[in-house]
């Protein structure tokens, strides 16, 4: 899955985001939309669909999409 | 570990909520578009919350008299109460002494408490069908519940708007004819601080501090006194321990999954319990709930679920079970069990 997939498929579980809202250097935390809740389903969604584990000191290292892309290619690595 | 208890039959089961509900739509804390994205991901409707003086024990004396007055269990015959709970009604006697002798149980009964949340049904049939197995008891009853509204903040929207309270009341009896009760059960007091109610026993004692509330972040504010709860360590937690917990309770017993009626999982809350359904890869008509009318009921949902969604076919035919606990702790455990024409009462209310 390349970013600009991961990208769509994150923003189709988000239903509160409309689909354009997330770019690669977007600093998810400062969307509108956006809300503590989501971080929940991030880790879903990483989950189901490569099966690693995102824990909170991951998700406070990513800033931006493509960090969380990145962090979930690092650990598919180490699978 | 993994273990088969022997001679353990599945008599009864009965819960009380209290009648107050206090619904998600009207929690005017956040915001109405979070209030519903909170339903959406965590699947909690409304849920019961019990007035000042209503306790845990309360709502599972009701129960247990309703119980075995459906039974029609005499109260001598009774020899083993355990009371698990985090919510008890004193720091000390333990509640299920009180409990013996409000239900009028005799004294050369053994009556206990067990400290133990999210996991304490699955600890609780454990424990209770061991002291069956031998025959030395032959008729228990566990009381699993909690009255958790009363430690969480109204200005914490992670906890308040999650949990209900509830009591339940499960009877097991000694019976050779019965099938083996499969049980595996774990512990990780690493993650002791993910759900955690810091103040008020030994370690913290209650001070003017323990009252003090302050802001944790956006729409969390708590004092020591407060539930704790990290939602993205205990997703983790039950992503990383839960789902393959039964996965290796299926294979460590030989049962096939296909072979399973229901899952009965903890209603920790739907997004945590739909990946860990996804990840065991169970579809949903076998996964029930009762989270979106009672919420988080902690060691109560297991029992309350069951009551609430399939009580029918449990009084009807013969069914084959795997009853899921995880949280608190961290402690989680898995039980499979086969049941035939279980003696169910109604969820019963209390003011």
Redesign the interface.
């Known amino acids: 899955m390349d970013i600009d997939e991961f990208i769509k498929n994150l923003e189709a579980e988000i239903?509160?985001l409309p689909p354009g809202t997330l770019k690669p250097d977007t600093d998810y935390r400062k969307v509108a939309e956006w809300?503590?809740?989501h971080?929940?389903?991030v880790?879903?969604f990483v989950?189901?669909n490569f099966n690693v584990?995102?824990?909170?000191a991951d998700?406070r290292k990513a800033i931006t999409v493509s960090d969380l892309y990145n962090i979930v290619q690092e650990k598919l690595k180490n699978v | 570990m993994f273990s088969a208890v022997k001679n353990i039959s599945f008599k009864g089961l009965s819960a009380c909520v209290p009648k107050t509900t206090a619904r998600t739509l009207d929690y005017d804390w956040i915001s109405e578009?979070?209030r519903k994205?909170?339903i959406?991901?965590t699947g909690v409707e409304e849920r019961r919350v019990a007035n000042g003086k209503t306790t845990t024990a309360d709502l599972c004396e009701k129960s247990a008299n309703t119980l075995l007055e459906k039974l029609e269990w005499e109260r001598n015959s009774v020899d083993v109460l355990i009371f698990v709970s985090q919510s008890p009604d004193y720091i000390l006697p333990a509640t299920a002494a009180i409990l013996q002798h409000k239900l009028g149980l005799k004294k050369t009964a053994i009556a206990f408490d067990i400290n133990l949340g999210c996991s304490g049904y699955i600890y609780g049939m454990y424990v209770l069908s061991n002291l069956i197995t031998s025959g030395a008891c032959k008729r228990g009853l566990l009381m699993a519940g909690d009255k958790s509204t009363l430690s969480t903040n109204f200005k914490d929207k992670?906890t308040y708007p999650l949990f209900g309270d509830a009591g339940t009341v499960t009877a097991l009896e000694y019976d050779e004819k019965a099938e083996p009760v499969f049980f595996n059960l774990f512990t990780d007091g690493s993650g002791y601080e993910a759900i955690m109610i810091k103040d008020g026993a030994c370690r913290n004692h209650i001070s003017e501090k323990t009252f003090v509330t302050q802001k944790i972040?956006?729409?969390i504010e708590r004092a020591p006194k407060h539930l704790i709860l990290?939602?993205?360590?205990v997703?983790?937690f039950a992503?990383?321990e839960a789902a393959p917990s039964v996965q290796n309770i299926l294979a460590e017993s030989g049962t096939k999954q296909e072979e399973i009626n229901y899952f009965i999982l903890h209603q920790a809350n739907k997004?945590?319990n739909?990946?860990v359904r996804?990840?065991c890869k169970i579809e949903p008509k076998r996964v029930p709930y009762s989270i979106q009318k009672y919420g988080n009921t902690s060691s109560a949902s297991v029992p309350l679920t069951m009551l609430h969604a399939i009580k029918n076919e449990l009084e009807q035919k013969p069914l084959h079970l795997l009853l899921s606990g995880f949280g608190v702790g961290y402690s989680w455990g898995n039980c499979i069990l086969k049941t035939n024409h279980v003696t169910c009462t109604e969820i019963s209310e209390l003011d």
């Open positions: 239903e509160e809300s503590s809740m971080a929940l389903i880790i879903a989950d189901m584990t995102l824990n909170g998700l | 578009d979070e994205m909170f959406k991901n992670s972040e956006e729409g990290d939602g993205i360590e997703f983790n992503l990383r997004l945590i739909e990946s996804k990840k």
